[in-house]
């Protein structure tokens, strides 16, 4: 007892004297960093930066891994990052420069994906932000072992697919086009290779992607229901490295290393298929019509720093699909060929600038471009009727941006304001024609186009973000002025994110946000194919936008160790001014040559309806994102719907991929040191089609002047009337990692559809020629697909 | 090169060899039998009005209504019917005129079972603007006459046009100009393709209030003196359409189109028929007549009595 009174005098002395002179020594200021990768050099945005001692004072690496906050020092920071180990940085007093502090990649603690942040930070930038780390694509089964990131994606919860094995996203009840695809910030048009089978995004080049489905922060605008934000690797600055992997569907390989060290890096990723290789051979060995699938892309970058306070990069992006088909007929009568390409093209600049008062700047110009080209060849080789038809078309689209961000962090706030310009021409459709018949007199050609668009966006945005006591604000607008021939749109976008904090580990947030869209999609195929046509807003069909709210919470179960998250989200999105075709006719439906030659004499405005869509539902999400087993499992009960004036006599009627209940499931298990195990759930509701009700004879009757009998028209009622049996199916996924004297190479086994389950790719419905019996065939287009696939890399830095 | 396309998804699914189609057992909606119209009401012309029925997916029975019958209404004035001209077909012979409103309805008994209503369009006047001949100049010896039809004046509303290439004065009888060596092409490309069926098409491609159908004819002087034909005839017909049969007549063209497209989907006829299914739109037209004379062409003012001299109108 004794002892301890003088412990406690001692205590009270220490108080009473010092700690005034411990509080006048406190200093404050403003830290500035980057936060970065330790081995390559990579700038880490969205890193937590967070005051263990005030456990009030912390932030996130904003562009380029750059951060600032108002510090009290001393501070003990704590860094982190998903798939990076945690860091501690004990400070003093404040540094004389902007830090860089380095992150190691945490091999054990694999966080693949992370929805939400964690509680621990303060200022929670977004809600329901899917943040996905490309390194775990690598290690999911994946069909034909083709590793693909918007794969990923579709198991999370409220992002859904469309056809099987296809990339398209259906997010929150929005179709395909309401997505916006940025590649270091420019967009990409079409995010699909192999008619959706792979997509552009090749995961060897790509730092993160972040997927933000509601509560859209003010700097996004453009599409309705999701913004997929890739961004690419700068190249390690550190050392060089190639890594590569041999597939089935692909072939990939990537260079990287510094041109300057610290200073300036490249980074070059290529990628071309494989397929064309098997079939080109196995035509020549069958002696058959050539049928030839190719695609490539590649990826450049460069990355310079000319001082501490500059990061500049230059990136390209280039890819192209090609399908290609040669046929002649057995009795040397006839010759056939048929070309269709496609591809994106992607130019970008970007300079980050940190003045000196802590506002930092991200200017970025680029410009991409789509484009879908056809071309048919057609020769009758009859001595006396020497024919050729000859015909293309084409249709692109080319889009020139320029925008600058503006942030700037203080205490517990943060502003960021910007604008942007962006100019779209457009070419909906452009044929040229020839006929000739050689040796008589008929040659008939033509060239005929539809007018082409040009239209003009300007936008800016003020947001601002403050915490304040248990409570996270952040709110903002957006504001577009968009034109297109004489007429001019001005669109006002509120946005709001509030988040409460009940307790350490539970949390709520709400939010709201107005979306448009300037741009269309035509095309009713549904699965992602390049005849789709890009078209713009016009002063008839006005852009597209939606209103949504969302609800929800996140609660870490208290469980040392385990790191479970728990989150909910309700949601309710309205869409306005959607297109569709209401005569039934696009691009694929019609075939080429009608649609050339009789709807391009129709414009596409005079084909459209315009509707509305709405979208509700929950989604629920039990994840573990840290330790040797990881995995999610997610749910979403949703209902979709669509109406349109000029369809189902204008009733609402259920959307094509309105997926009532949709579950996932991942779970990760790191085995060994080398080995590594995943598997992969999924259990849906069926898509939806359309059967006919009834039939009643055309019309048109033929045999009325002596042709066939008279056909039978069908009865359409009820759009989408009939689901599809569940859709579900197991992958699994094996890796055996070994490291070598020059790098490292990897084994990965994966199996897709593992029990053979015949889900229905689509389902057709077969008449008789003039329509009068009906029978359904299911189509199953992937059954169990083992593939097998090796993966290398040279250099120190992919030697973990 | 439709079928390219489709091929080309198709040669994905054999790609995979594990890929099946099997026959399945869907049970397809329930449906109730209802009428189908079908009359397209022309000035100048006897209406003929089909009753048929529908039937649910492959459920057989009768397809021609004999249970029901029409009646027409002209501004609200019953006309009677002349006759049947067929099991389900009835003839109305009403004295119309641009602007006229129509009403169709199906009573069984004492019971209107459906009804539709159309509005006689109103046909604009029509006037042939440039007009050229080039004589040949080469040893291909091709003739090319071209032409320009203007629509001038147009209102703002929607115009759904329906045109007609029709070599000769008996379309029965002279079908096509394919393989006699001469052609006819126009930068309506439409015109040629479909040779010498109609089409329909809307005015909003056209811009400023005006359609003009540029129009040429090719010909070979030796091929029609090789082959002895007479002098050719040309009719253009240009209609316009009600809304009500121009939607129904793209909508049906286009399932027919879509039938056996598996990834297309599926649209609805189009119909105003209210209780039923079918059309019940009238139309309008004017004919034009071009008259190749020796080395020349003429255009010759022309009635739709002269196009249809010796044609069943009914049937047309």
């Known amino acids: 007892m004794r002892k301890s009174k003088i412990t406690w005098w001692k205590g009270l002395l220490f108080l009473f004297f010092f700690l005034p002179c411990t509080l006048k020594a406190q200093q404050q200021g403003n830290l500035r960093g980057y936060i970065k990768d330790a081995q390559t050099g990579e700038f880490l945005p969205g890193a937590s930066i967070y005051d263990t001692l005030s456990k009030s004072v912390g932030t996130l690496s904003g562009a380029n891994g750059f951060f600032e906050l108002k510090a009290r020092y001393p501070v003990v920071l704590r860094i982190s990052f998903m798939g990076y180990q945690p860091s501690f940085l004990n400070l003093t007093q404040a540094p004389d420069q902007a830090l860089t502090i380095g992150l190691q990649q945490d091999q054990v603690t694999l966080r693949e994906v992370i929805v939400q942040s964690e509680t621990e930070k303060v200022q929670d930038q977004t809600l329901s932000l899917v943040k996905l780390n490309p390194r775990i694509v690598d290690y999911m089964p994946a069909l034909a072992g083709e590793s693909d990131p918007l794969k990923v994606l579709q198991l999370m919860p409220g992002i859904s697919q469309g056809q099987e094995g296809t990339g398209d996203l259906f997010v929150r009840g929005g179709s395909p086009d309401q997505n916006l695809f940025l590649l270091d910030g420019i967009p990409v048009y079409n995010p699909n290779h192999l008619l959706g089978f792979v997509s552009v995004f090749n995961t060897d080049a790509i730092q993160q992607i972040d997927v933000h489905k509601s509560g859209f922060p003010a700097r996004y605008g453009g599409r309705l229901s999701s913004i997929v934000d890739v961004q690419l690797k700068n190249g390690n600055t550190q050392e060089f490295g190639a890594k590569g992997t041999i597939g089935i569907v692909s072939t990939k390989l990537l260079l990287e290393g510094p041109i300057q060290k610290d200073k300036s890096s490249f980074l070059i990723s290529g990628r071309r298929s494989n397929i064309d290789l098997y079939t080109k051979g196995l035509s020549r060995l069958l002696g058959d019509d050539l049928n030839e699938f190719s695609f490539y892309d590649l990826n450049a970058k460069i990355n310079f720093q000319p001082s501490t306070k500059d990061h500049v990069s230059i990136g390209f992006y280039t890819g192209y699909d090609a399908y290609q088909s040669n046929f002649t007929d057995s009795r040397n009568v006839r010759s056939e060929s048929f070309r269709v390409a496609w591809g994106n093209r992607t130019l970008s600049g970007r300079w980050f600038h940190a003045f000196s008062n802590g506002i930092t700047s991200l200017t970025t110009a680029g410009l991409t471009n789509y484009e879908l080209q056809v071309n048919a060849v057609s020769s009758d080789l009859v001595s006396d009727l020497r024919s050729v038809y000859r015909l293309s078309y084409g249709n692109s689209l080319q889009e020139y941006n320029l925008r600058q961000d503006y942030e700037k962090s203080w205490s517990k706030h943060q502003l960021s304001g910007g604008w942007y310009f962006n100019r779209r021409e457009f070419s909906p459709g452009l044929v040229d024609f020839e006929v000739s018949i050689q040796d008589t007199v008929s040659n008939v050609s033509g060239i005929f186009e539809e007018p082409r668009l040009n239209s003009h966006e300007v936008g800016t945005y003020l947001e601002h973000t403050f915490s304040w006591k248990n409570w996270m604000v952040q709110y903002g607008a957006h504001l577009v002025a968009y034109r297109e021939n004489e007429k001019t749109w001005f669109i006002p976008q509120p946005r709001l994110l509030a988040r409460y904090n009940w307790a350490t580990h539970f949390s709520t947030n709400l939010s709201f946000s107005r979306m448009a869209q300037m741009v269309h999609l035509l095309g009713n195929s549904g699965t992602g194919l390049p005849t789709d046509v890009w078209v713009p807003a016009t002063d008839r069909e006005r852009p597209q936008d939606s209103w949504m709210g969302s609800l929800g919470g996140q609660y870490i179960v208290p469980i040392k160790g385990k790191d479970l998250t728990i989150t909910a989200d309700l949601f309710y999105k309205k869409m306005d001014h959607l297109l569709d075709y209401y005569l039934g006719t696009d691009f694929f439906l019609n075939g080429p040559e009608t649609n050339f030659l009789l709807e391009f004499n129709n414009s596409w405005q005079n084909q459209v309806t315009s509707g509305r869509g709405e979208a509700y539902g929950l989604e629920l999400m039990l994840q573990r994102s840290i330790g040797k087993t990881t995995g999610w499992l997610s749910y979403t009960l949703s209902e979709t719907t669509r109406q349109f004036e000029l369809l189902n006599r204008g009733e609402v009627f259920p959307y094509r991929f309105d997926k009532r209940h949709d579950i996932a499931f991942f779970f990760h298990q790191l085995l060994k040191e080398k080995f590594k195990f995943s598997l992969v759930f999924v259990l849906q509701s069926g898509n939806r089609i359309t059967l006919p009700e009834g039939s009643f004879l055309d019309y048109f009757d033929p045999q009325g002047m002596g042709g066939r009998p008279r056909p039978y028209l069908d009865i359409i009622e009820n759009r989408n009337n009939y689901q599809l049996p569940a859709y579900h199916r197991l992958d699994l996924a094996f890796t055996h990692t070994k490291k070598k004297k020059w790098g490292e190479r990897e084994w990965s086994l994966s199996v897709y559809n593992t029990y053979a389950r015949q889900n229905p790719f689509f389902v057709y419905v077969s008449s008789d020629p003039v329509g009068r019996t009906r029978q359904a065939y299911q189509v199953s287009l992937f059954s169990i697909i083992p593939s097998l696939s090796y993966r290398f890399s040279f250099g120190k830095m992919y030697q973990k | ?316």
């Not at chain 2, 006229?100 to 309805?105: G, H, K, T």
């Open chain 2, 1 to 316: 090169m439709k079928n390219r396309f489709i091929n080309l998804l198709y040669a994905l699914v054999v790609m995979n060899a594990f890929s099946c189609t099997k026959l399945i057992d869907i049970e397809f909606p329930a449906h109730e039998r209802k009428p189908v119209i079908y009359a397209m009401p022309v000035p100048g012309e006897p209406l003929e009005v089909e009753l048929l029925y529908s039937r649910g997916v492959n459920q057989f029975g009768l397809d021609y209504n004999i249970n029901h019958f029409p009646r027409l209404f002209v501004n609200q004035q019953e006309v009677d019917t002349t006759r049947k001209t067929s099991v389900a077909k009835y003839l109305f012979e009403p004295d119309l005129k641009a602007g006229d409103e129509l009403r169709l309805e199906v009573w069984e008994g004492d019971s209107l079972i459906a009804f539709a209503n159309t509005k006689v369009p109103e046909i604009n006047d029509l006037s042939i603007g440039a007009y050229q001949y080039t004589a040949p100049t080469n040893d291909l010896n091709i003739n090319n006459a071209s032409f320009e039809i203007r629509f001038p004046n147009l209102p703002e509303d929607e115009y759904f046009m329906l045109a007609d290439l029709i070599k000769s004065k008996s379309f029965l009888g002279e079908t096509t100009l394919e393989g006699r060596g001469s052609s006819l092409k126009s930068t309506i490309p439409i015109l040629d393709k479909f040779l010498p069926r109609s089409v329909g098409f809307k005015d909003k491609f056209f811009a400023e209030g005006e359609i003009v159908i540029p129009l040429s004819i090719y010909y070979s002087n030796d091929e029609d003196v090789a082959s002895g034909y007479p002098p050719n005839i040309y009719f253009l017909i240009v209609g316009k359409l009600s809304r009500e049969k121009y939607l129904f007549f793209e909508t049906s063209r286009n399932q027919n189109l879509a039938r056996e497209n598996f990834l297309a989907q599926v649209y609805e006829i189009y119909s105003n028929v209210t209780g039923g299914y079918g059309f019940f739109g009238a139309y309008d037209y004017v004919v034009f007549r071009f008259e190749r004379k020796g080395q020349s062409f003429e255009w010759v003012p022309s009635s739709k009595e002269e196009l249809f001299e010796g044609v069943d109108i009914i049937n047309w």
